[in-house]
């Protein structure tokens, strides 16, 4: 039988420990900003999460919403304000954005030390360096994921079906800092099957639902599957699941997999910018 990997409960134990953290630190309270453009009602529902996350880990919840018309300079007037606020520890600007606004200028107005989604050009170069910075959640979440279930990914073959720079391109070089012989793919790659099918781990992030099935997947793989989509069934994600039953030895579900573990890590990532914070304050200057 193919073994469930039950994220939501990793994902738990980490905002227990990220809590225990907080509560015995004393001092300064980390704070995380979370700016919202809009009405979106799955980006709402996503920072409605984020900020409950937040508040029962014991960090400062700050927020702001700024109206769908808001103009590019409304908001990196409002970015600008965050980043020199000193009881704000990270932001999050919530994509994606309404069409007038240019996402890539306004996340790099975010403070590299502030970037706990690490996105900006300075915490994606840092991590191509490697670095101290901030490093995405999900992938960052995929390889807590990975080191909680005891895959070795040392001399591991990787397959990375997805090349977005949220989630593919960063995790690619998380992988291959731990050793691991990585393969980058997509949906367009012409022979997928060619590409997965000898890998002992499958990671598939491509927007594109049911892209992965048993043809793609070798006997005893884990398979890490980063989509999600809304069916009149319910949530599926981009790995045929129920069809590798018995085939992957480990496999990720969706709702309960990778999802719950983007928002451990960003509560990791807004600690870490807190005590980093807390590291250049006590530098005499």
């Not at 790099?108 to 030390?113: G, S």
């Not at 490697?130 to 001399?155: F, S």
């Not at 005893?220 to 069916?231: F, Q, S």
Request: with cysteine; net charge neutral.
């Amino acid at each position: 039988m193919t073994h469930t990997i039950k994220g939501a409960e990793i994902a738990r134990s980490i905002r227990t420990r990220v809590a225990e953290r907080v509560a015995a630190a004393g001092g300064r309270v980390p704070g995380l900003a979370t700016v919202l453009i809009g009405d979106d009602p799955a980006s709402a529902v996503y920072v409605a999460a984020k900020r409950r996350a937040i508040r029962e880990a014991g960090m400062r919840d700050i927020h702001r919403h700024l109206r769908h018309q808001a103009t590019q300079n409304e908001v990196a007037a409002v970015i600008d304000e965050l980043a020199g606020d000193p009881d704000v520890s990270g932001i999050l600007l919530q994509l994606p954005l309404p069409a007038q606004l240019d996402a890539a200028p306004l996340i790099d107005r975010i403070p590299v030390t502030k970037d706990v989604d690490g996105l900006t050009t300075a915490s994606a170069g840092r991590l191509a360096r490697g670095e101290r910075g901030m490093r995405p959640c999900t992938p960052n979440g995929v390889i807590e994921l990975l080191d909680a279930e005891g895959v070795e990914l040392k001399g591991a073959h990787v397959a990375v079906v997805g090349w977005g720079q949220l989630v593919g391109r960063p995790l690619s070089q998380l992988l291959l800092r731990r050793g691991a012989t990585v393969t980058v793919a997509h949906e367009f790659t012409a022979d997928l099957t060619a590409v997965t099918r000898p890998a002992d781990v499958v990671v598939v992030a491509t927007g594109v639902r049911g892209l992965i099935g048993p043809e793609h997947v070798k006997p005893g793989a884990t398979v890490v599957d980063v989509g999600i989509h809304r069916t009149p069934d319910g949530l599926t994600g981009d790995v045929r699941a129920a069809e590798l039953d018995g085939i992957a030895g480990r496999i990720t579900p969706v709702p309960g997999g990778v999802g719950p573990m983007t928002i451990a890590m960003l509560l990791v990532n807004t600690l870490q910018a807190a005590e980093w914070g807390a590291e250049r304050e006590a530098v005499p200057a």
